[in-house]
């Protein structure tokens, strides 16, 4: 059973920073990309930020110069730290992961599929 708990949501003043965590369990072969998507109310989801397992970055042009992706493959966690945020980054934040579950009947991994988290909230103070 593969689960993805993210946390570090919260509420904050536009214009301060937030970094959020997202932390894979359970019986895990090997973790692909990884990334944080957001939804706000009435709104799709969309990409805020991605990274490889080899550490190359992609991100949305709302969040470049201000959000920072990373990875810590020994902890099996992605972090998004977000700086300079505004009102408009008022939204759910979900992590995502393409990960190749461990079978231990072949003592290899599945094929990859995609996993979300819960999301966590981000609000602003007015």
């Known amino acids: 059973q593969v689960q993805l708990v993210e946390s570090g949501g919260g509420l904050v003043q536009a214009g301060g920073s937030l970094r959020l965590s997202c932390a894979v369990s359970g019986s895990i072969f090997s973790i692909n990309a990884m990334g944080w998507y957001r939804q706000a109310p009435g709104k799709q989801r969309e990409l805020v930020a991605a990274?490889?397992?080899?550490?190359?970055?992609n991100y949305a042009d709302s969040g470049k110069g201000r959000f920072t992706i990373s990875r810590d493959n020994a902890k099996n966690t992605v972090y998004l730290q977000m700086n300079s945020l505004k009102p408009e980054d008022k939204a759910g934040y979900y992590c995502?992961?393409?990960?190749?579950?461990?079978?231990?009947?072949?003592?290899?991994?599945?094929?990859?599929?995609?996993?979300w988290g819960q999301g966590t909230q981000v609000t602003f103070s007015s």
């Open positions: 995502n992961a393409d990960i190749s579950a461990f079978n231990p009947g072949s003592w290899s991994g599945e094929r990859p599929l995609d996993y």
């Open positions: 990274i490889t397992s080899g550490g190359s970055t």
